[in-house]
Structures are given as C-alpha cells and as structure tokens.
C-alpha cells in the first residue's frame, strides 16, 4: 500500500504564498508522473499542475505564472509553491501520484486527503 501525506495549506491574505508538500511512502518502486487537484465548494475536483519523473510540467491556465509544482525524486515528494494568491484559488488541495510498487510496468493511482488552503482578507 502507499500513502500520500499533504502539508503546508493554511489561511494567507491575497497576494500571498504558500507552499504545499505531499510525500508518498510505504510498498514503491518508483513514482511516475505527479500532480495537485483542488476542488472548491460547489465545484468538481479540477487539474492544478502536473510533473512528470523527468520534471516535465504542465499548468492550468488559472494559476500559470503564479504556482511552480517541483519534485525531488530520492525523497518522494511532490512541491507547490503559490505566489500572489487570490480568494478564488481557495480550495481544498490533493495531490496525486501515479506508483509503481513493483519493477513491472503496472502503476496504480494514489491521492492524499486533502488540505486546506484559505485566501481571505
């Protein structure tokens, strides 16, 4: 089994920063591409940024210029650095992780529960 463990959300005024950290853990080989999803009340779950092993990203228009997502592969961890927060980036935050456990081609899905990230005068 694997676990994703987020930290880092909190309550910031606009134009602020925050940095989130999702560790993965537990039965891994090796873990591929990474990512953040957030989902605001009301809303669906949608895409943040995604990093691939080989640091290949890829944003979503609303936060380009604003949030930088960095891995550091010994350590399993995923980064999202957030600059020049505004009230509608407040969401709950997940990351994601896409891990093989055994050094075969089979990787399965894992999501961490969640953290809050708050952006309010």
């Known amino acids: 089994q694997v676990q994703l463990v987020e930290s880092g959300g909190g309550l910031v005024q606009p134009g602020g920063s925050l940095t989130l950290s999702c560790a993965a853990s537990?039965?891994?080989?090796?873990?591929?591409?990474m990512g953040w999803y957030r989902q605001a009340p009301g809303k669906q779950r949608e895409l943040v940024a995604t990093i691939t092993r080989g640091a290949n990203t890829n944003y979503a228009d609303s936060v380009k210029g604003r949030f930088t997502i960095s891995r550091d592969n010994v350590k399993n961890t995923v980064y999202l650095q957030m600059n020049n927060l505004k009230p509608e980036d407040t969401a709950v935050y997940y990351c994601?992780?896409?891990?093989?456990?055994?050094?075969?081609?089979?990787?399965?899905?894992?999501w961490g529960q969640g953290t809050q990230v708050t952006v309010s005068s």
């Open positions: 994601n992780a896409f891990v093989q456990s055994f050094p075969t081609p089979d990787q399965r899905i894992y």
């Open positions: 537990g039965s891994i080989f090796r873990v591929n591409t």
